[in-house]
């Protein structure tokens, strides 16, 4: 079995506008509200991450958010190195994992049991997260 993290995509940081397409993490501010926050646009690294296994749609969505978090968390953090977001459960999506490393990679993997997922899509999207644990 082949070394379940796929190899990093990478993302601009810079904060300068991203034609569509980019990847870019772009903070922003509202003055009158005194609010600040960050807005990614993931893309082509997504994409990639993605497109380095076969999931199910329902898998490659957790995944995709998982990615977006963690994106969003690393690039907030002032630091220089990798973070790492990882959940575990006992449900049909019993891993995930991202990691961030700086200033612009990032991977990802899911670990599923494809006959469970497909029961747990029949019954709800509920029964997916069953008894999670973040790491």
């Not at 957790?62 to 963690?70: A, D, I, K, Q």
């Not at 049991?113 to 973040?134: F, I, Q, S």
Request: charged residues 20%; contains cysteine.
């Amino acid at each position: 079995m082949s070394n379940p993290l796929s190899k990093p995509a990478g993302i601009d940081v810079t904060g300068g506008p991203a034609p569509v397409g980019l990847d870019a993490v772009v903070p922003f501010s509202v003055d009158a509200l005194e609010a600040r926050g960050r807005a990614v646009l993931l893309g082509d690294a997504l994409d990639a991450v993605l497109a380095r296994h076969d999931y199910p749609e329902p898998v490659a969505r957790l995944l995709g958010e998982m990615v977006v978090l963690t994106v969003l968390l690393g690039t907030s953090l002032k630091f220089s190195g990798k973070f790492i977001v990882q959940a575990q459960t006992d449900g049909p999506v019993s891993l995930l994992v991202v990691d961030f490393v700086t200033p612009d990679r990032i991977r990802g993997y899911a670990r599923f049991d494809a006959d469970a997922v497909g029961a747990a899509v029949a019954t709800g999207p509920r029964t997916c997260w069953a008894k999670a644990r973040w790491r």
